[in-house]
T-cell receptor
Framework: DADVTQTPRNRITKTGKRIMLECSQTKGHDRMYWYRQDPGLGLRLIYY???????NKGEISDGYSVSRQAQAKFSLSLESAIPNQTALYFC?????????????FGPGTRLLVL | QQQVKQSPQSLIVQKGGISIINCAYENTAFDYFPWYQQFPGKGPALLIAIRPDVSEKKEGRFTISFNKSAKQFSLHIMDSQPGDSATYFCAANGDSSYKLIFGSGTRLLVRP
């Protein structure tokens, strides 16, 4: 979905390096999410933010940190990358009324940690 | 802790056949059950969703069946087409939470 963009799309890094994955959205949504996808494990929530001043840990936040720079921008950082953080990372947004709102996903960032 | 269990992990169906993917949940507070479809190289996108006040919802060739007493729901794809080949995720949320709990995904291949 072009309304949610992620950079970079692919990244190779080495163990111990700090990297940042960026997400931008033009949908005007308040809520943003970071997930990682691993084969057989589905989509697991890393962090989520319901507005600029609200940051919450998800299911698997250890080893990750986030920054909500603006309503439209939500970045995910790996402070010291390790090989088991090799995965496909997705940013998503949602907005509107009620808990049954649709989440809109970006195209993903494929990360390889050597 | 996996709160939504999805099966099978992979599925191969002939063109024109019926694809069936099953999910089971544990949390009785869940009250919204969407299915997301993901094509290779793309992010997941909402396909169809159901609330527990109905037992079935149909949109074109896609149908969700819901069994509240068994805490199970399933996606049926009728007349499956090669273009339906994708990964499918069931999900759930409730308690007025915006967070979705996803199943582990099913990789569907529809052979021509």
């Amino acid at each position: 979905d072009a309304d949610v963009t992620q950079t970079p799309r692919n990244r190779i890094t080495k163990t111990g390096k700090r990297i940042m994955l960026e997400c931008s959205q033009t949908k005007g949504h308040d809520r943003m999410y970071w997930y990682r996808q691993d084969p057989g494990l589905g989509l697991r929530l890393i962090y989520y933010s319901f507005d600029v001043k609200d940051i919450n840990k998800g299911e698997i936040s250890d080893g990750y940190s986030v920054s909500r720079q603006a309503q439209a921008k939500f970045s995910l950082s790996l402070e010291s990358a390790i090989p088991n953080q090799t995965a496909l990372y997705f940013c998503a947004t949602s907005g509107g009324q009620g808990a049954r709102e649709t989440q809109y996903f970006g195209p993903g960032t494929r990360l390889l940690v050597l | 802790q996996q709160q939504v269990k999805q099966s099978p992990q992979s599925l191969i169906v002939q063109k024109g056949g019926i694809s069936i993917i099953n999910c089971a949940y544990e949390n009785t507070a869940f009250d919204y059950f969407p299915w997301y479809q993901q094509f290779p190289g793309k992010g997941p996108a909402l396909l169809i969703a159901i609330r527990p006040d109905v037992s079935e919802k149909k949109e074109g060739r896609f149908t969700i069946s819901f069994n509240k007493s068994a805490k199970q729901f399933s996606l049926h794809i009728m007349d499956s087409q090669p273009g339906d080949s994708a990964t499918y995720f069931c999900a759930a949320n409730g308690d007025s939470s915006y967070k979705l709990i996803f199943g582990s995904g099913t990789r569907l291949l529809v052979r021509p």
